[in-house]
C-alpha cells in the first residue's frame, strides 16, 4: 500500500470497491487535535479497509498516535498511545438505519469526505476524559498544585453521603 494518503475520500465508493487505506498523517492536518497537544507535529498512523458486509457498507480498522497531553494531576507533560479501533456502517445521506442485532455505529457520509477530518473525529473519541500518569507516577507529584497531597480517593462523597441525604429526607 502507498503511504501517501488522499486529503478527500469517497468512502461509499471505496466500500464498493472493497479498498483499504493505510499510511501516515499529520496531527497538524487536524486543528482539534492539535489544539489539544503539545506535540502538533506527532503522526498518526492510519489503517482502515472499507468493504460491504452482511451490515452493509462498512469502515473498520485502526488508528494510532502518541500525543503530548497534560497529566491532570501534577499539570506535567504526558506522552499517551492512542488507540482508536474503529468500525462503522456507512450510510448515504438519507439512506435509512439497518436494524442490527449487535450494537454498530453508523456515519452518514456524503463525498467527498476529508480524510484528516474523519481520522480526527475517531480519535477524538479515543482520547482519555482526563489524561493522567498512573497513580502515583506523576514525575514531581503535586508539582501543579503547590505540594498538595494527591486528593483523588477524597472526592467522592461515597454511598453513605447519599444515604444520609435519604435519611434527611424522610
Ligand atoms: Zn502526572
Known amino acids: 500500500m502507498s503511504a501517501i494518503l488522499p486529503d478527500a475520500i469517497d468512502p461509499i465508493r471505496l466500500a464498493d470497491e472493497g479498498s483499504s487505506l493505510e499510511g501516515e498523517l499529520s496531527v497538524q492536518a ?84 476529508s480524510l484528516p477530518e474523519l481520522v480526527e473525529d475517531e480519535l477524538l473519541l479515543a482520547l482519555p476524559m482526563t489524561p493522567r500518569h498512573p497513580q502515583g507516577e506523576c514525575p514531581s507529584p503535586g508539582a501543579g498544585r503547590a505540594g498538595r497531597p494527591d486528593t483523588d480517593a477524597v472526592t467522592s462523597p ?13
Open 30 to 113: 487536524m486543528p482539534r487535535l492539535r489544539e489539544l497537544c503539545q506535540n502538533p507535529a506527532a503522526k498518526v498512523q492510519v489503517a482502515l479497509r472499507f468493504d460491504r458486509g452482511t451490515h452493509g457498507r462498512m469502515m473498520a480498522g485502526t488508528i494510532t498516535t502518541r500525543l503530548g497531553l497534560t497529566c491532570q494531576r501534577c499539570l506535567g507533560a504526558l506522552e499517551q498511545d492512542i488507540v482508536a479501533k474503529t468500525r462503522v456502517v456507512l450510510l448515504q445521506a438519507g439512506e435509512s438505519h439497518p436494524v442490527l442485532a449487535e450494537e454498530v455505529d453508523f456515519i452518514e457520509v456524503a463525498a467527498p469526505v
Open 158 to 170: 461515597g454511598p453513605f453521603a447519599a444515604l444520609a441525604d435519604l435519611k434527611r429526607k424522610q
